[in-house]
């Protein structure tokens, strides 16, 4: 697979559909890899696929003016952040060649250290994986590989109604704000978050239970029918809160309601109307 | 440091009776930065207004905060006060402690104590306003009147007569709309061409009218003062300017017998045609879907037989952009498709017809030169059924709504068959007589009693052919016995619906429609003829169901907008309004998409040199109504509203959580 991957990055690079690929690389140890930027064909050998290419490179694309001619390698789930972009006018779809692999799952590179072994299986697998359903990305220009879903489908995973308020009390006293699950983001692109302004100050730095809440909360709010759930925050978290959780159930709501799935969409949730959009706010019991 | 002044308002007895207002002006004093407050009977009289003005220079007061009703009703009031009193008038606050405390709430101690946080939470804000001050932007003193029926031709002329230019555009090949069609005019019978026609050709003569007949309007961008409004000339196929009007070659076109829109069907026309003697401009049209020449590429009579060579096959369709200062819509209504109603069998029986269609026969230009005979013979009808309330008020199978003019019309109808027909019978079938205009009452009862028209009030159950009858049978309410009637012709009063396509053109102008499809005012009572967008009025039945007088009136106010608006050079912006903060904004278009006004749209960001740095959504100030809604939408707090920017939100709530 690495190998046709390699191949397809050349063919781009050589007939000048792109000027760069962006994809991954052996990492600095075993079951990790790096994202990987090849300029040449010579690059392109470094190039790999494997069930460690678990960053989701769409990250990059905002990075780079939108009349750049970027080739990118992305999972069924980094396709999504892709076509969100797409959406939200941040990306130009003509100017982007979209390498889709077919993916069964990536590991938890921390799991997949304790286990031994980059094999996916349950016990390895990166935690949103249990929660996908794709096997091929939604946009691309071709899709290498073919791949099936052998995971066992995690279920249900936030707490009890009851106790949300005290699970969640507790996580969010761990976080240090770091930021972290905000800058890996593919879909965080502004240039100014709220939680960086200061005049008026909606959330303050301090570390506290309190004021992170608002930050999280906030964040899942900007995050309704954008969120693709590729676990990219979850996986970044120094301090392992399952802030994943938070817009796993964000999009639960928004296909209840709204029949939606983010990056499967030509618009953005928020900016389309319909007149059967039921509105939850007024007519909830 | 802010210097704060509370005025808190009894509003007679509206807020004084549930709320303890003197205790809400004491609570006001402590408040932070509250220099002066006090309680008066009516804030909004004069010598309320007075209070304030002397309170602001006896205690320097640099902003207030008013305790009393909706900002809707009063907000301009007490803007005005503070501006004659030396502030600047978007430093008012004003706490609602009518519509949304006294009047919601009982005497209780609570309601009290929710007017003093109301109170807070207005001194809260209007410690973070900031001076607001009102843009100009210029006026295109040029009008276009999309319409040419009655309320069209009305409004055009009345704008020309205050000195403006006007394009009215009108869809079909002539200008005079559904008045053209109708014999005579309820109360007074005049005869509707008589007194329509003059002023049809007043418009053609007019200099400062340009007729676009065979015209719609395609797209309309830009804002009040300053639309840009985008026509497209359907090709007539006919040079205009080469045309005498002489009709020789209505005469020889070989496609005959296609059914005239302007006869309701009754008659029929020709592929080349206009639609009626007095058409203005009196140049035919070709009707392509019809013409030989176009469906099979053989033909030419018509081009041949023109004495002055003006058919022209090759003409094509010409769209234009043109500037405008002010719209006025007034595109009419649609009959009814009682087609939908089948108990009526219309469409069955020929003899089953519609209003409209009666109106065609009873006309002298219409196509039995004004002679009542019944499609199916011929023959002239003795026994007339007419039916009223066809699709209005009946939810089952039209709206609920009445129709307004069905009465007025059948009474003129009957009237008119006893003149034409006098051993005739005319029955009519009626929900209820709705006759409330001047002269109205008197008209009906002219038809009742002088002319001996049959009311009776009751629904009509059934129609069926019996020979060359048609039976009609119902009940008479009032005497509470079934009714049947054996009726030579039947007349249907369809109600009015709007124009089929009256949501694409709402959509078109970005202005609202109710359920139905009419067009939106901006308020019922107090501004009929205005839209919600400024700069686009209406007129006449595009609204709602009209008759002719009111028609008339209406295009005659919302040309007076018009004149009104164009006498000024520039106009006042309201500075209410959005702005994006183009530093941290990140172009993502959900502010363009959720603008219901599509007043934002994503721009390049150039520096000093001319360099494209980024893009960034950008708030067109003439259009933007202040909404606020893509502030809303914003995730980076980069579109925000002037007035209620996030410190005075979070002021706001800050004060409430204390």
């Known amino acids: ?285 | 440091m802010a210097r704060i002044g509370v005025f808190v308002c009894h509003c007679g007895t509206n807020i004084a009776k549930s709320v303890d207002v003197e205790r809400v002006a004491e609570a006001a004093k402590s408040f932070p930065h509250v220099k002066f407050a006090v309680d008066y009977k009516y804030m909004c009289s004069e010598p309320g207004q007075n209070i304030i003005k002397e309170a602001v220079k006896e205690h320097k007061l640099d902003r207030i905060v008013v305790a009393s009703c909706s900002p809707r009703l009063h907000e301009p009031t007490f803007q005005k006060c503070a501006e004659s009193a030396g502030l600047n008038p978007y430093m008012v606050e004003m706490a609602n402690l009518r519509e949304q405390c006294s009047w919601v709430h009982d005497k209780t101690e609570e309601t009290t104590e929710k007017a003093i946080d109301l109170v807070k939470m207005a001194v809260a804000k209007v410690a973070k306003d900031a001076p607001l001050t009102r843009g100009e932007i210029p006026v295109t003193k040029r009008a276009l009147v999309i319409g040419g029926g009655i309320a069209g031709i009305e409004a055009a002329l009345t704008i020309a007569d205050c000195g403006y230019e006007v394009v009215l555009v009108e869809r079909t090949p002539s200008i005079g709309g559904h008045m053209a069609m109708y014999d005579k005019t309820f109360p007074t019978l005049d005869c509707s061409a008589c007194i329509l026609t003059p002023k049809m050709v007043d418009c053609a003569a007019d200099p400062r009218i340009e007729l676009r007949t065979y015209s719609e309007v395609e797209k309309v961008e830009g804002f009040v003062g300053n639309f840009d409004v985008t026509i497209r000339q359907r090709a007539k196929s006919v040079d205009k300017t080469k045309c005498t009007g002489c009709g020789a070659c209505l005469e020889k076109c070989p496609s005959k017998g296609i059914p005239s829109e302007f006869d309701a069907g009754m008659g029929t026309r020709c592929s080349i045609y206009r639609p009626f003697p007095q058409a203005v401009p009196n140049v035919p049209v070709i009707d392509r879907e019809t013409c030989k020449m176009f469906k099979e590429g053989k033909c030419g009579v018509c081009s041949k037989i023109c004495p002055t060579g003006a058919i022209d096959y090759t003409q094509e369709d010409v769209v234009t952009t043109e500037k405008f200062g002010a719209i006025v819509v007034a595109t009419g209504f649609d009959l009814w498709d009682h087609k939908l109603c089948g108990e009526y069998g219309y469409g069955r029986y020929p003899d089953v017809i519609t209003s409209l269609q009666y109106e065609r026969l009873m006309n002298a230009s219409g196509p039995t030169g004004g002679k009542i005979k019944r499609p199916s013979d011929g023959k002239e009808p003795k026994n007339i059924v007419f039916i009223c309330c066809v699709g209005s008020r009946d939810a089952e199978h039209g709206f609920t709504y009445c129709s307004k003019v069905c009465c007025m019309y059948i009474a003129k109808q009957a009237i008119l068959t006893k003149d034409k027909i006098h051993d005739s019978e005319s029955h009519v079938f009626y929900m209820d007589i709705r006759s409330n205009g001047k002269g109205y009452e008197e008209f009906i009862g002219m038809a009742t009693c002088n002319c001996g028209t049959n009311y009776m009030r009751g629904r009509v159950s059934k129609l069926y052919p019996k020979g060359d009858k048609i039976v009609v049978k119902g009940n008479d309410t009032l005497i509470g016995k079934p009714v049947e009637i054996e009726a030579d012709l039947v007349v249907l009063a369809t109600g009015m619906q709007p124009v089929h396509d009256s949501v694409d053109l709402a959509r078109k102008l970005g202005v609202s429609t109710d359920k139905y499809g009419w067009l939106t005012e901006a308020h019922p009572k107090l501004k009929p003829v205005s839209m919600l967008t400024d700069g686009i009025y209406l007129a006449g039945a595009c609204r709602y169901p009209a008759d002719i007088p009111d028609t008339v009136a209406q295009a005659a106010g919302a040309a007076g907008k018009v004149a009104g608006l164009f006498a000024k050079d520039s106009i006042k912006s309201e500075p209410m309004i959005a702005y994006i903060d183009q530093n941290s904004c990140a172009a993502c278009g959900l502010c363009v998409s959720v603008c219901p006004f599509g007043a934002i749209e994503i721009e390049d960001v150039k520096d000093k040199r001319g360099n494209v740095i980024k893009q960034a959504a950008r708030v067109n100030e003439g259009v933007c109504k202040g909404c606020g809604t893509c502030a809303a939408s914003c995730r980076s707090l980069s579109a925000r509203l002037r007035g209620f920017e996030g410190s005075q939100i979070l002021n706001e709530i800050e004060a409430l959580a204390e």
């Open chain 1, 1 to 285: 697979m690495t190998d046709k991957l390699r191949e397809e990055a050349k063919r781009v690079l050589r007939e000048g559909i792109a000027e760069m690929v962006i994809g991954w690389a052996e990492g600095s140890a075993e079951f990790k890899t790096t994202p990987f930027f090849a300029f040449t064909e010579e690059d392109c050998d470094r190039l790999v696929w494997n069930t460690a290419c678990v960053n989701n490179l769409a990250k990059y694309l905002t990075d780079y003016p939108k009349e750049k001619k970027i080739a990118l390698c992305v999972k069924p789930c980094d396709s999504a952040s892709v076509n969100v972009l797409i959406a939200e006018n941040k990306v130009l779809r003509e100017n982007i060649y979209v390498i889709g692999l077919a993916c069964g799952g990536v590991i938890d590179p921390i799991k997949a250290a304790d286990a031994g072994t980059c094999e996916l299986s349950d016990a390895t697998a990166k935690y949103a994986c249990l929660h996908c359903v794709h096997d091929k990305p939604e946009v691309a220009d071709i899709v290498l590989g073919e791949a099936e879903r052998k995971l066992t489908p995690a279920g249900e995973d936030m707490p009890p109604f009851e106790e949300r308020r005290k699970y969640w009390e507790k996580e969010f006293d761990k976080c240090v704000r770091c930021y972290a699950c905000r800058q890996v983001c593919p879909n965080c692109y502004c240039e100014q978050c709220f939680a960086d302004r200061t005049d008026p100050k909606w959330t303050s730095r301090k570390p506290t239970a309190g004021e992170s809440w608002m930050f999280h909360a906030v964040r899942v709010m900007h995050m309704a029918g954008r969120c693709v759930g590729c676990g990219e925050c979850e996986r970044v978290c120094p301090k392992s809160i399952p802030v994943e959780k938070l817009s796993r159930e964000m999009a639960k709501y928004v296909k209840d309601i709204y029949d939606y799935t983010a990056g499967m969409g030509e618009k953005p949730l928020l900016g389309t109307y319909k007149d059967e959009d039921y509105d939850a706010g007024v007519h909830e019991e």
